[in-house]
């Protein structure tokens, strides 16, 4: 890379939140899906956008001048505009919508307090959100959109390896299955949709373990999914005996390194010898492509100034560390999908 070249980059850095917040300003307004509903006429004016948007030719124009000098839109020579590629996924692909979202509602107003956060080993930026020691505290009480941001966030990430994750755990043949951080029960209620053979406990915080049994409630399942309050961060937390399969699905990374040990050691001492516990991670190390790699470690940073001060997204091998000082061994190692990690854990 060239001199200009590399300060062209640090140029971007430096002012990377205004680009940031007007995407999410184009977003917003309807200014990106104008644009597109109009790419058979070649692109659309300033003009024709503050005229059929109601925004003024003078907002419209200087954020689409930021937008074009960043590659997000073009503009030809009669001074119409059309979405770039850039563009056209920042508006319309659904992992850069659900990112966007994120980092706006949830985390933008508290990624200021990043430096003392690294300083304190505390999350700093969730006063941004709330009065609570951890952001787990304050899932239930947060408001709606930021809610809906943080969940759809969550569930992006794993919704999608639901169905191959769970006939893996079929092929156990479990009856009674504990989801450790079951958040709104929906792997819970999904389990239950796939098979009659399986009942669930939801381990988790009394806020989201509210949330979640209601849930189940709603489908039909009250029978079928029972709950039981945990604090995880409490000085001796314990869980019930009796599953036959303890599941947890990007849990862990809630968590520091010693915290992880903690939450292990507490589920092996509930199991018995054919129990089986099922981490699902999605690990640094063990990425096909540096985008996906990118997302994580951006997500680490969350975790350090909202979530909790002390946690991240971690590579694999830390884990395979961890597992063991737990008194626990990886019997499998399965790929899930494009991005995540099962590890089938029993006792040594």
């Known amino acids: 890379m060239r001199a200009i070249e590399a300060l062209e980059e640090a140029q971007k850095i430096a002012f990377a939140p205004f680009v940031f917040q007007a995407t999410v300003s184009l977003r917003k307004l309807g200014i990106f899906d104008f644009i597109f509903d109009k790419r058979d006429e070649g692109g659309v004016t300033v003009s024709e956008i503050s005229k059929e948007l109601s925004v003024s030719e003078y907002g419209v124009g200087v954020l689409l001048e930021i937008a074009e000098t960043s590659n997000i839109v073009s503009k030809c020579e009669e001074e119409k505009y059309e979405l770039t590629k850039v563009g056209y996924f920042l508006n319309y692909n659904t992992t850069a919508n659900v990112n966007i979202n994120f980092t706006n509602e949830v985390c933008y107003k508290g990624l200021f307090h990043l430096n003392d956060a690294i300083k304190t080993g505390k999350p700093e930026g969730l006063k941004e959100l709330g009065d609570w020691s951890t952001i787990y505290q304050g899932l239930s009480q947060l408001t709606p959109e930021v809610q809906k941001s943080w969940f759809d966030f969550d569930h992006h990430y794993s919704d999608d390896i639901f169905d191959e994750a769970l006939s893996l755990v079929l092929e156990r043949k479990p009856k009674v299955l504990f989801d450790i951080g079951g958040n709104t029960g929906k792997f819970a209620v999904h389990c239950c949709n796939t098979t009659e053979e399986l009942t669930i406990k939801i381990v988790d915080l009394p806020g989201q373990l509210n949330k979640a049994l209601a849930n189940a409630k709603k489908n039909g ?87 909790n001060g002390n946690s991240k997204m971690y590579p694999a091998k830390v884990f395979e560390r961890l597992i063991a000082k737990a008194g626990l061994k990886i019997k499998e190692d399965i790929t899930i999908g494009e991005y995540h990690t099962m590890f089938v854990c029993g006792k040594g």
């Open 221 to 307: 399942f009250e029978d079928r999914i029972s709950g039981h309050e945990i604090d995880w961060l409490s000085e001796n937390p314990k869980i019930p005996t009796g599953a036959d399969v303890i599941w947890m699905c990007q849990f862990l990374d809630c968590f520091s390194e010693d915290e992880i040990v903690k939450v292990l050691s507490t589920c092996a001492a509930s199991m018995d010898e054919n129990a089986e516990l099922i981490i699902v991670e999605t690990f640094t190390d063990r990425q096909k492509f540096d985008n996906a790699k990118f997302i994580l470690e951006a997500t680490s940073l969350y975790f350090t100034v909202l979530a």
